[in-house]
Structures are given as C-alpha cells and as structure tokens.
C-alpha cells in the first residue's frame, strides 16, 4: 500500500506463485471519498493506516523497539462507543501491532475520523488532545516516542 497525493494505492501479492496484482483503481482520501475507504476496510478508515504501521513494524520492528521501549494501545470509536482496539508492542522481540487490547503502558482514545484527520495533518495531535478529541491514559511522556517512530515509520 502507498500513498500519492490523496490517493491510497494498493498492491496485493499471492505468496505460493509470487504474482502480483494492482487492486483495481484506488482509494482516495478526501471530501466524498470517505465511503470507499470504509467499504475496502470493512468500515474503518483507520484499519489502512494500521495495515501501513504493521508492516513498517515487521520491516523495522528491532530498531523501533531498541529506540522506543514501549506499549501502545489505541481504542478508535465511533459514535461514542469503541469498535476496534490495537496493541502496538515496541517493546519485546521485534515488536508487533495486532488487533485487540493487551496490558499497555499507554492507551489511546480517539475516534477514527479524529485518528484520519491527525494522520492527514489536519488536526495537530496536541490540540486534539487538549480539546478532548484524544484521550491519554498511562504514561503520558511516552507518547511522544510514539509521535517520533510515526513520522518516521508511519507515514503513508
């Protein structure tokens, strides 16, 4: 998956033939273009975006750890009540994102039109917080790892 201008491009591989294959069109992030991205994630605009990190994790997972120590987790809401969690574990082995809550040092609160609007630079993730739209439970300080490793690792 990789992103060009507003644009989200995905690239499917089949591992036993090593065939690639072009997704059909695209995906774009914008004004209107909200419902295409949700229907290819099964509802979440923010599952892309955690697809993106999973993977920079397995490409970089030992550095990540070594550099950041940590355990994020993030519950993403909508309409008030939260629909999907992740833990991202930067701190044992070579570090991993998966779905579900798991213990954290850390824990995220944001919905997934705020999460987009922060990952798209619209919402400076600070004024999120201070405004409500970002909650932080746990280790405060350690989030500011985490905004180091996703703009270095994380962008789309």
């Not at 909650?135 to 962008?155: F, H, P, T, W």
């Amino acid at each position: 998956m990789w992103k060009e201008a507003n644009r989200i491009h995905i690239q499917c591989k089949v591992r036993k033939r090593s065939l690639s294959q072009h997704a059909p069109g695209h995906n774009s992030l914008g004004a209107g273009r909200d419902d295409a991205v949700r229907s290819q994630t099964g509802g979440l605009q923010s599952d892309l975006v955690f697809a993106e990190i999973g993977r920079r994790i397995r490409d970089a997972g030992q550095e990540l750890v070594k550099k950041v120590n940590a355990v994020f987790g993030w519950e993403i809401s909508r309409d008030g009540r939260t629909v999907r969690e992740w833990t991202m574990d930067l701190k044992t082995g070579g570090g991993s994102l998966r779905s579900g809550a798991s213990k954290a040092d850390v824990i995220f609160t944001v919905s997934d039109e705020d999460f987009m609007e922060v990952v798209k630079g619209k919402l400076n993730p600070q004024k999120a917080f201070f405004s409500g739209k970002l909650k932080v439970r746990g280790n405060i300080m350690l989030s500011q790892k985490l905004e180091a490793v996703l703009k270095d690792y994380a962008k789309l």
